[in-house]
T-cell receptor, first 114, second 113 residues
Framework: AQSVTQLGSHVSVSEGALVLLRCNYSSSVPPYLFWYVQYPNQGLQLLLKYTTGATLVKGINGFEAEFKKSETSFHLTKPSAHMSDAAEYFCAVSDQRRNTPLVFGKGTRLSVIA | EPEVTQTPSHQVTQMGQEVILRCVPISNHLYFYWYRQILGQKVEFLVSFYNNEISEKSEIFDDQFSVERPDGSNFTLKIRSTKLEDSAMYFC???????????FGDGTRLSIL
């Protein structure tokens, strides 16, 4: 079985400050890892993904995440927060079989203060 | 950019009634999924569908749920006799064969009265 833990249901940062959203996973098999963002009244949009290869992955809107197997973590970062980054962020894991379902964390709401 | 579309955006139904949620996946995708998100809780997998049959389903997906691909474009989720606890946001997703990630629609908010 797989699971995801997102530390902090709500994170608040100042505009221009570093964004760090934490995600730890549990998986008995090599994982695929994802970050999705949900803006109000919208669906889930893929920010970035880790499948194989480079452990530092870059996504849209200046976000990146690093897969650390030893720490079972996949934290999301952005050097400088923008007001438009305010949203709900979900970390998800799946195994490496084809097209398997995603297991989501509970989400972290990011607020950006002017 | 191609997108997954879901209709309706909001559905209000009396308890015990049947409801059908509709989704149009991205046209070249072959894998289809339904997830739900009860207010304040995590997004949960319901069912996946490939080659006109269910490939995986969760414990949530009991006999009151069914999925169908009635034509070449639509993918539907039917709840036969709705319960209050079925109130949630339901997301449809689709994916290319053998390739993650899944692309999600904007969801249908289902409210059971």
């Amino acid at each position: 079985a797989q699971s995801v833990t997102q530390l902090g249901s709500h994170v608040s940062v100042s505009e221009g400050a570093l964004v760090l959203l934490r995600c730890n996973y549990s998986s008995s098999v090599p994982p695929y890892l994802f970050w999705y963002v949900q803006y109000p009244n919208q669906g889930l949009q893929l920010l970035l993904k880790y499948t194989t290869g480079a452990t530092l992955v870059k996504g849209i809107n200046g976000f990146e995440a690093e897969f650390k197997k030893s720490e079972t973590s996949f934290h999301l970062t952005k050097p400088s927060a923008h007001m438009s980054d305010a949203a709900e962020y979900f970390c998800a894991v799946s195994d490496q079989r084809r097209n398997t379902p995603l297991v989501f964390g509970k989400g972290t709401r990011l607020s950006v203060i002017a | 950019e191609p997108e997954v579309t879901q209709t309706p955006s909001h559905q209000v139904t009396q308890m015990g009634q049947e409801v059908i949620l509709r989704c149009v996946p991205i046209s070249n995708h072959l894998y289809f999924y339904w997830y739900r998100q009860i207010l304040g809780q995590k997004v949960e997998f319901l069912v996946s569908f490939y080659n006109n049959e269910i490939s995986e389903k969760s414990e949530i997906f009991d006999d009151q749920f069914s999925v169908e691909r009635p034509d070449g474009s639509n993918f539907t989720l039917k709840i036969r006799s709705t319960k209050l606890e079925d109130s949630a946001m339901y997301f449809c997703a689709s994916g290319e064969a053998g390739y993650q990630p899944q692309h999600f629609g904007d969801g249908t908010r289902l409210s059971i009265l």
